[in-house]
């Protein structure tokens, strides 16, 4: 079993719709989670950042950690064409050795 | 914001040659860099964790000796992937942490593609 699981999609969604990304991981011991977006030819950008349980917010996007579930979630409102790009969870238990999802691949079309 | 650039971005390589990665962190100093493999429509695996002035940690599975890691300056680093067979053929992607951020707050560089035939 991977540790993190992600759907690679591809997702492709309307300009101004609600986009909903997601990972599951298996190791109850993670307690960092990242959400990187990568642009084409371009590494990965962190976007969000859990420490724990619960949601966090900045602008348009809310990511949420559930980890009785081990599940975790990033939403994406009122999404634009310039947030097509791949979208990649990432966990870790230490802080130091990170697990990344294989990631999701978005379009927004205007 | 802090930038990460890799040197060369595409390169092709016959079996049995050595390949040399540049890994640079271009507006601040890097006391620890990464170095990531992906595969086609699979997840970045990190391969090794350098900080400068020390030898490289390597993840379990990876040869040392295969991917040599040189963290010479807090500005660069180096991957060097010895008698290269098609086998190594992959997406290599580094990324450098700034002393005294948390290591999530790593930046990535954009990649190197290596095609070994």
């Known amino acids: 079993q991977k540790e993190v699981e992600q759907d690679p999609g591809p997702l492709s969604v309307p300009e101004g719709a609600i986009v909903s990304l997601n990972c599951t991981y298996s190791?109850?011991?993670?307690?960092?989670f990242m959400w990187y977006r990568q642009y084409s030819r371009k590494g990965p950008e962190l976007l969000m950042y859990?420490?724990?349980?619960g949601n966090k917010e900045d602008g348009r996007f809310t990511a949420q950690v559930d980890k009785s579930s081990k599940y975790i979630s990033l939403f994406i409102r009122d999404s634009q064409p310039s947030d097509s790009a791949t979208y990649l969870c990432?966990?870790?238990?230490?802080?130091?050795?990170?697990?990344f999802g294989t990631g999701t691949s978005l379009t927004v079309i205007p | 914001g802090a930038v990460v650039s890799q040197h060369p971005s595409w390169v092709i390589c016959k079996s049995g040659t050595s390949v040399k990665i540049e890994c640079r962190s271009l507006?601040?100093?890097?006391?620890?860099m990464f170095w990531y493999r992906q595969f086609p429509k699979q997840s970045l695996m990190l391969m090794a964790t350098?900080?400068?002035?020390?030898?490289?940690?390597?993840e379990q599975g990876v040869e040392k000796d295969k991917f040599l890691i040189n963290h010479a300056s807090l500005t660069l680093s180096t991957l060097t992937v010895t008698s290269a067979h098609p086998e190594d053929s992959s997406f290599y992607i580094c990324?450098?942490?700034?002393?005294?951020?948390?290591?999530?707050?790593?930046?990535f560089g954009p990649g190197t593609r290596l095609t070994v035939t």
């Open positions: 990432a966990m870790s238990a230490t802080g130091n050795q990170f697990y």
């Open positions: 190791n109850s011991a993670f307690q960092y």
């Open positions: 507006d601040f100093q890097a006391t620890t």
């Open positions: 859990t420490y724990s349980s």
């Open positions: 350098s900080n400068e002035g020390s030898k490289a940690t390597y």
């Open positions: 990324s450098a942490s700034p002393p005294g951020d948390p290591y999530y707050e790593q930046y």
